[in-house]
């Protein structure tokens, strides 16, 4: 009976040491995306799945790793319910990844903002079921527009279509061409993702944009930016 207790409490001791070791890995973790995103919203929440943890840590390297906030400026661009999922992380810094992918929603507020500087007048963005709806004013006139969004080589873009100017259907290529190049592949800029990811998918969802950036060797630089 005396050996079942001991090896009981070591077994014990050694999960309690594995969870306080998942712990620091977390918290660690949890201060390299602070110290990498900007105006970061809430307080980090990091996964780190498994048991045992410690040959991971022995190793270098921790298998899969799930982390959010719920806000920060990614890429120049204020947006919400950011989400990593990584997989071999490094555990010293800077911390690279073997695979990552990070999903995060660019609200309408975003879109607005990025779209009015690209197009020069001021609009408003709204979600129309699977599609984005614009409305502004242009030289005066009521401007309506449907904006289907596309990633093309890492580049956010919108293209703008059943353009209607005060309720007269129009076709963006007959517009002049000042204003026609200003409403043609609208870009969304978001630049200074972490070394290794690339824009890969939007989507259409309640509040705006989900947009989705994956890559291998991604690399967290050590010090903020």
């Not at 007048?121 to 527009?145: E, K, P, Q, S, Y």
């Not at 290794?196 to 509040?207: F, I, K, M, R």
């Not at 890559?215 to 930016?225: I, M, Q, R, Y």
Request: charged fraction near 20%; glycine fraction near 10%.
């Amino acid at each position: 009976m005396a050996g079942f207790v001991t090896v009981a409490v070591l077994g014990a001791g050694a999960v309690v040491a594995d969870r306080v070791a998942a712990d620091r890995a977390e918290q660690e973790v949890s201060d390299a995306i602070v110290a990498n995103l900007e105006d970061v919203q809430g307080e980090p929440q990091v996964d780190v799945p498994g048991f045992p943890f410690l040959p991971q840590l022995l190793r270098g390297s921790i298998e899969d790793l799930d982390a959010r906030v719920d806000g920060a400026t990614v890429g120049g661009i204020a947006m919400t319910d950011v989400r990593v999922a990584a997989r071999e992380t490094s555990t010293s810094a800077p911390h690279a990844m073997g695979e990552a992918v990070l999903t995060a929603t660019v609200p309408t507020a975003s879109l607005e903002k990025a779209i009015a500087e690209r197009a020069g007048a001021a609009v408003t963005v709204t979600v129309d079921g699977n599609r984005l709806a614009m409305a502004g004013d242009v030289f005066g006139l009521a401007l309506a527009a449907g904006l289907v969004p596309r990633v093309e080589e890492g580049r956010l873009l919108v293209d703008v279509d059943r353009l209607t100017l005060d309720g007269v259907q129009v076709d963006v290529s007959a517009l002049p061409e000042q204003t026609g190049d200003r409403l043609t592949d609208l870009e969304v800029p978001i630049e200074g993702l972490p070394e290794g990811l690339t824009l890969t998918g939007a989507e259409v969802v309640a509040d705006g944009l989900r947009v989705t950036a994956a890559g291998t060797d991604v690399v967290l630089p050590a010090n903020a930016p």
